[in-house]
C-alpha cells in the first residue's frame, strides 16, 4: 500500500481503476485498481518543476516489476483525480495517447483540477 505524505487525506490512496465488476448472484459493484506511490510536492523537493509544487507518483510495482493490484469496493472509491504524464528528455518511441500511462513510471498529480481537490491537497 502506498505511503501517504497528505496529512488531510490520511487513510486514502491514489489509484488508476482497471475494471469495474460484480460477483453473480450479488449486488455489491467492486474495482479492480493498480496503485501509485506519492511524494512530497515538487516544490520542498529539489525537482525540475518546483513552481507547480505538484506531487509525483510512480507506479507500486513488485520485485519482478508487476504492478501492484488490489480489489476493493467500489464504494471505497471518493473522487477522480487528473494525472499527468511526466516526460522526460529523452522521447520514449512507444508513447501515444493511448499508451502514455503504460509507458510512463512517472506523473504529477494535478491539485489545480478543481476547488475540492486544490484545498486538500494544500492543507497538506
Keep these: 500500500m502506498p ?18 465488476f460484480c460477483l453473480l448472484h450479488r449486488n455489491d459493484f467492486f474495482a479492480y485498481v493498480q496503485h501509485f506511490n ?7 523537493c529539489s525537482t525540475t518543476d518546483g513552481a507547480a509544487g505538484l506531487h509525483i507518483l510512480k507506479w507500486v510495482v ?7 493490484g488490489n480489489i476493493i469496493p467500489l464504494h471505497h472509491l471518493c473522487s477522480p483525480t487528473h494525472v499527468i504524464p511526466h516526460f522526460r ?5 512507444h508513447l501515444t495517447h493511448h499508451t502514455a500511462y503504460k509507458f510512463s ?20
Design 89 to 93: 528528455k529523452e522521447v520514449n518511441l
Design 3 to 20: 505511503h501517504h505524505l497528505f496529512t488531510c487525506l490520511t487513510d486514502h490512496a491514489i489509484v488508476q481503476i482497471c475494471i469495474i
Design 105 to 124: 513510471n512517472e506523473f504529477w498529480l494535478n491539485k489545480y483540477w478543481n476547488n475540492e481537490f486544490f484545498y486538500a491537497l494544500s492543507l497538506s
Design 62 to 68: 513488485r520485485n519482478n516489476g508487476v504492478w501492484v
Design 38 to 44: 506519492h511524494t512530497l510536492p515538487a516544490l520542498l
